[in-house]
T-cell receptor, first 115, second 111 residues
């Protein structure tokens, strides 16, 4: 069974640009969550999608957005990039009707560097 | 305000001995807890979980203990092996923000 796949693995972008990251969850999983990891802040929740609907959103500015497709694949978009957006972006998928009470499995992440 | 706290940024343990990683939480709504292991530049790998209705869960060398009244959980690794060297994150479900993570404990297993 394939795991969570995130593409690309590495990205370098310039301030002011926008970026789109992709996540393919484990087959059969309908919930996809996104997290940002930085050295100072640890892992922080961005948002969660279930059946193409955003169910939860963390405390990030509107420049961070996402969507989920009918095949459960998800994309995350960051517009008007800032230097502070440099981080490892992680995607996690979960099975079941909701995100609670199940294990979440993570992809390897996308390392975004903003210069 | 940090709702999941791992107060030890690092921990050094001799190979073969027991590693004990601690985690405290403040949100009473949390009711499912997980431990993840992470290597640099990789995503976290799920290790073990525990529901709030239990006080112990065991899986091979890994045991998680939950003390709900103290809002404290711990991960025991016995015996510790060199491959266990990594950053360990405690995480909790139940709040409004998906999985809430602690800032991690870097476990170093010494030969």
């Amino acid at each position: 069974k394939a795991g969570v796949t995130q593409t690309p693995r590495y990205l370098i972008k310039t301030r002011g640009q926008q970026v789109t990251l992709s996540c393919s969850p484990i087959s059969g999983h309908r919930s996809v969550s996104w997290y940002q990891q930085t050295p100072g802040q640890g892992l922080q929740f961005l948002f969660e999608y279930f059946s193409e609907t955003q169910r939860n959103k963390g405390n990030f500015p509107g420049r961070f957005s996402g969507r989920q497709f009918s095949n459960s694949r998800s994309e995350m978009n960051v517009s008007t990039l800032e230097l502070g957006d440099s981080a490892l972006y992680l995607c996690a998928s979960s099975s079941g009707q909701g995100i609670y009470y199940t294990e979440a499995f993570f992809g390897q992440g996308t390392r975004l560097t903003v210069v | 305000d940090q709702q999941v706290k791992q107060n030890s940024p690092s921990l050094s343990v001799q190979e073969g001995r027991i590693s004990i990683l601690n985690c405290d939480y403040t949100n009473s709504m949390f009711d499912y807890f997980l431990w993840y292991k992470k290597y640099p530049a990789e995503g976290p790998t799920f290790l073990i979980s525990i529901s709030s209705i239990k006080d112990k869960n065991e899986d091979g060398r890994f045991t998680v203990f939950l003390n709900k009244s103290a809002k404290h959980l711990s991960l025991h690794i016995v015996p510790s092996q060199p491959g266990d060297s990594a950053v360990y994150f405690c995480a909790a479900w139940g709040g409004a923000d998906g999985l809430t993570f602690g800032k991690g404990t870097h476990l170093i297993i010494q030969p």
